[in-house]
């Protein structure tokens, strides 16, 4: 038996959460007490698993949307996202994300730095601390609403296109593993760090429009 809607989504909630309370605590430990980076191949990795938290949990948020459940015996499949109108409040959030991702995205310049030639998307603490927090409490708002019994076409291709995006540095992250464990350096890294952290911020804009609806 499938997990249901509500149990995958806060899930995902929990995930994010652990995602932020890291940030968080090394945004302060560095504030405290500032250290000069030391690149170490083992603490690089457990630090990208950390990260790679994110992404992952918001891939499984949109697992659960793919295919809405509540856990009881299905029923004939009648079209739509939402059964039932959003809330006000759930519509009033998720225009909230939906244009303070935008605003990150087409601000990055205000944010961007270059290194070794890439261009990482990094806004500041407070404001990444800040969309977190709003992309928990969405995601558990948005888990105990009663679900579809099954979502368009449209809104499936948009889900598999975000979680295609989310999943890309991940698996870039794995082939580089792999090659770094073979003995073949040149393939380090292949930019996965920098681009999650675009595509953390691109992805979920793609189905958050689809709840206005």
Request: glycine share 8%.
């Amino acid at each position: 038996m499938k997990p249901s809607f509500k149990t995958t989504t806060h899930i995902a909630a929990v995930g994010m959460i652990v995602y932020t309370l890291y940030i968080a605590a090394r945004f302060l430990i560095h504030l405290i007490h500032p250290m000069p980076y030391h690149y170490v191949l083992w603490e690089d990795i457990c630090e990208r698993l950390i990260l790679d938290i994110l992404p992952l949990s918001l891939i499984i948020a949109g697992i659960g949307l793919w295919n809405p459940s509540t856990g009881e015996a299905p029923q004939p499949p009648k079209g739509g996202v939402e059964p039932v109108e959003a809330s006000k409040p759930f519509r009033i959030l998720t225009l909230c994300l939906l244009c303070g991702l935008a605003g990150t995205v087409i601000l990055s310049p205000l944010y961007v730095f270059s290194i070794a030639g890439a261009t990482p998307l990094f806004p500041p603490f407070l404001w990444r601390f800040v969309l977190a927090v709003a992309g928990i409490i969405w995601l558990f708002m948005l888990g105990n609403r009663t679900p579809g019994e099954s979502v368009s076409l449209p809104f499936r291709v948009t889900l598999a296109i975000a979680m295609a995006l989310l999943a890309l540095p991940v698996i870039l992250e794995a082939i580089s593993g792999i090659a770094l464990l073979c003995g073949n350096e040149t393939v380090l890294g292949l930019r996965s760090g920098v681009l999650q952290t675009w595509v953390k911020y691109i992805a979920p804009i793609l189905p958050l429009g689809y709840f206005f609806r």
